[in-house]
C-alpha cells in the first residue's frame, strides 16, 4: 500500500483531472454567452462570473503546484516508489501545464477576456498579472530544458509506468499521462537551443542527479516558473513546538475546531484572513465511545480506521484538505506555525450529534469552488458549518467575498470572541505571543491576530 502522503497526492490529482475538465467546459460556456468581444467589456454578472470561475482555477492549480513541490526531498521516500512518486508529480505537472494552454490557446487573442484573467482578487490573495507570468513561463527556454528531462524519463519507463495502473489509486493518473502527454512533448532541435540559453550552473547541478530526481526537479522548476510573485520558502517545514503540542492534547475536547496558519505557504494565498484553516478536532476513540458513537451509523464503519490512527497518535479529526476531507491524526493540523482552538457553546449531547453528521461528509473531494450551496464537495470550514448549523441554536451567518457566499476561518474566531456558539480556549500565535495563552488573554491575542495583515 501507498504512504498517506503519496495516497492524498494521487487522490488530490486524480480529483482534479476531473475538475479542470469540468473548469473548461465552464470556461467555454461563459465565453460563448458573453458579448465582451462585441461591446468591449464586461457586464457586472459577466464579471462576477468570470471571478468565480477565475478563483477556481488558481485555487486548484495551487493545489497541483504544491503536489508537484513536494517531492523536494528525494529521501523522504523509500526508493522502490520513485515511480509512484514520478507518475503522481508528471500528471499533475501536465495538467498545469494543460490548463495553461489552455487559456493561450482560447483567450490570448482577445484583449478584453486577457485583462480580465490578469486583474488580481484581494480577498483571494491573487496577484496582478497572474495570467501574463503564467504564459511566459510557457515559452521560457528554462522551461523547455526542464520539461525535456521528464518527457524523457516517462518514455524511457513507459512500460513501468503503465503496469502501475494496476493500482486503482493509480490508474487514473496513467490515463492522465497517456491523454495529456502530447501537451508536453519537447523536440530534440528545441531543447538544444534551450541548453544554449541556459546557465552553466543549472546545467551542471542538473546533470548531477540521477534520471528520476533529474526528472522530479525539472518538474518542480516548470511548477515553480509558473507560479506568481508570491513569496514562500520552499523547504519549510511548519511545527509547533513540542511543549505547545503537548498542552493542546491534553486541552483539546471533541468537537472543538482547530483553526491554523502555515507561514510561506502558497495555500494562505488563496483562502481569505490571517488564519486561513480549520479543522473539526474529533477526540480519542475512548472519548468517542463515552459520547455513545462508536455505534453511531456513520463512524461504526469507520471504527477500525480510528483504531488505526490511534496507533499512530491518540486523537483525530475530520479535514478538509485538497486530498478530500478524511480522518486524520490531530499531527496534520499540528504542522502549523500558529493554532488557535475555539470551543463549542453546546452540550455533551449536542456535539455528539455534530460529530455524528460531520463523519456523513468524510470521502468527499474538495470543493475548490467554494460553494456552500453544494454537499458533495467541501472546503475546511464548511466541515465545521455542515456539522453544527442548526445545532443546539448554532448558526453560521455567510459573507459574500468575490462573488460567492463564504465562512472563512476567522469568521469562526469571530463568533468566538463574540461568544456566539464558540468560545475561545487557546492559541498560540508566535507572532503575537511567544507562549500558548488561555481564555482573556487567548482572545486578546485572537482579536490582535484578525487585523494582522495576511
Not at 518514455?155 to 493509480?170: F, G, I, R, S
Not at 491518540?314 to 478538509?320: F, H, N, Q, S
Not at 468524510?362 to 445545532?391: H, P, W
Not at 503575537?432 to 482579536?447: I, M, R, S
Amino acid at each position: 500500500m501507498l504512504p498517506d502522503a503519496l495516497q492524498a497526492h494521487a487522490r488530490t490529482v486524480t480529483h482534479l483531472a476531473v475538475y479542470f475538465e469540468e473548469l473548461k467546459q465552464a470556461a467555454l460556456r461563459l465565453r460563448d454567452q458573453f458579448a465582451v468581444r462585441e461591446r468591449g467589456f464586461f457586464s457586472p454578472s459577466e464579471d462576477e462570473a468570470a471571478r468565480q470561475l477565475l478563483i477556481s482555477y488558481w485555487m486548484a492549480r495551487t493545489a497541483l503546484f504544491e503536489v508537484v513541490i513536494s517531492y523536494r526531498d528525494a529521501d523522504s521516500l523509500p526508493p522502490q516508489l520513485q515511480p509512484e512518486r514520478f507518475l503522481i508529480g508528471y500528471a499533475a505537472a501536465l495538467l498545469l501545464v494543460d490548463a495553461a494552454r489552455f487559456l493561450r490557446e482560447n483567450y490570448h487573442d482577445q484583449p478584453v477576456i486577457r485583462a480580465k484573467l490578469n486583474e488580481p482578487e484581494s480577498h483571494f490573495g491573487i496577484p496582478p498579472e497572474s495570467y501574463d507570468t503564467v504564459q511566459r513561463s510557457l515559452t521560457s527556454p528554462v522551461h523547455v530544458w526542464h520539461l525535456y528531462n521528464a518527457v524523457r524519463y516517462q518514455e524511457e519507463q513507459a512500460t513501468e509506468l503503465h503496469a502501475l495502473a494496476a493500482d486503482p489509486l493509480l490508474a487514473p493518473l496513467v490515463e492522465v499521462v497517456d491523454r495529456l502527454g502530447p501537451r508536453l512533448q519537447v523536440s530534440v532541435y528545441e531543447f538544444a537551443k534551450a541548453r544554449i540559453r541556459v546557465r552553466t550552473r543549472q546545467l551542471s547541478n542538473t546533470v548531477r542527479r540521477n534520471l528520476v530526481d533529474r526528472a522530479l526537479y525539472g518538474l518542480q522548476k516548470v511548477a515553480c516558473l509558473m507560479v506568481t510573485d508570491r513569496f514562500t520558502r520552499l523547504g519549510h517545514q511548519p511545527s509547533l513546538p513540542a511543549s505547545v503540542a503537548a498542552e493542546l492534547r491534553s486541552l483539546l475536547r471533541p468537537g472543538d475546531v482547530i483553526v491554523n496558519r502555515k507561514e510561506f505557504a502558497l495555500t494562505n494565498y488563496f483562502l481569505p484572513g490571517y488564519w486561513p484553516h480549520a479543522a473539526l478536532y474529533l477526540g480519542e476513540s475512548g472519548d468517542l465511545e463515552r459520547l455513545g458513537l462508536r455505534e453511531h451509523q456513520e463512524l461504526k464503519p469507520r471504527w477500525r480506521r480510528m483504531l488505526e490512527l490511534d496507533q499512530h497518535e491518540p486523537g483525530r479529526v475530520l479535514e478538509a484538505m485538497r486530498d478530500g476531507v478524511w480522518l486524520r491524526s490531530v499531527r496534520t493540523p499540528f504542522r502549523a506555525d500558529a493554532i488557535a482552538v475555539v470551543r463549542p457553546l453546546l452540550s455533551q449531547q449536542d456535539i455528539a450529534q455534530a460529530i455524528g453528521r460531520g463523519m456523513l461528509h468524510e470521502g468527499k473531494a474538495y470543493d475548490f469552488d467554494f460553494d456552500f450551496t453544494r454537499s458533495d464537495r467541501l472546503v475546511c470550514t464548511e466541515v465545521v458549518y455542515r456539522s453544527y448549523q442548526g445545532i443546539g441554536g448554532m448558526q453560521f451567518p455567510l459573507t459574500r467575498r468575490a462573488g460567492r457566499l463564504t465562512l472563512a476561518a476567522e469568521d469562526l474566531l469571530r463568533l468566538s470572541l463574540a461568544q456566539t456558539g464558540f468560545e475561545p480556549l487557546a492559541v498560540y500565535s508566535p507572532h503575537h505571543a511567544a507562549q500558548l495563552l488561555h481564555g482573556p488573554e487567548a482572545a486578546q491575542v485572537l482579536a490582535a491576530s484578525l487585523r494582522t495583515p495576511t
